[in-house]
């Protein structure tokens, strides 16, 4: 597999995407996981804020996301529009990531669907302090609290 940065601020998704920790997609990938941590550290070195600003990548010529959470590993919300918790993102690495399901299905052992979310693709944008969102939903991994989904939803 190979990994390159993409100098792009936002992505439209299509078609379903995963949102999860990628050590659940790509750490069971022989010598993968180590060059892509390496990578993101490279970044980090060179100024890339990943928590503040996201990082698009492509992995075998798809696009991927990949955002430090606020405070690592933990479990945190998915929103939808009208400020409902549709579900949580288990996170084991510090990072969370859109990944399009058409890649995830494609690494043949990969059987951790109990630790992810899949939905419907969309534009994806950095919000700052390990928040995003994409398409109709938010990921909240900074001060989370239930009142955040409402402020959300306006």
Known sequence: MKIEKLNITKYKFEGNVVITDPCYVFGGIPGFWDTFCSILFEYEDQGVDIKEEGLFV????????????????????????NGKTIGYLPVDAGLLSVIPEELVRSISDFTCYNLVQIIEGGVVLAQGNGDFQIGDYIVITSDFDEDRGDDYAS
């Open 58 to 81: 492509t992995i075998d010529s798809h696009v991927v996301f990949i955002c430090n959470t606020c405070y690592g590993d933990g479990r945190y919300p998915l929103i939808d529009r």
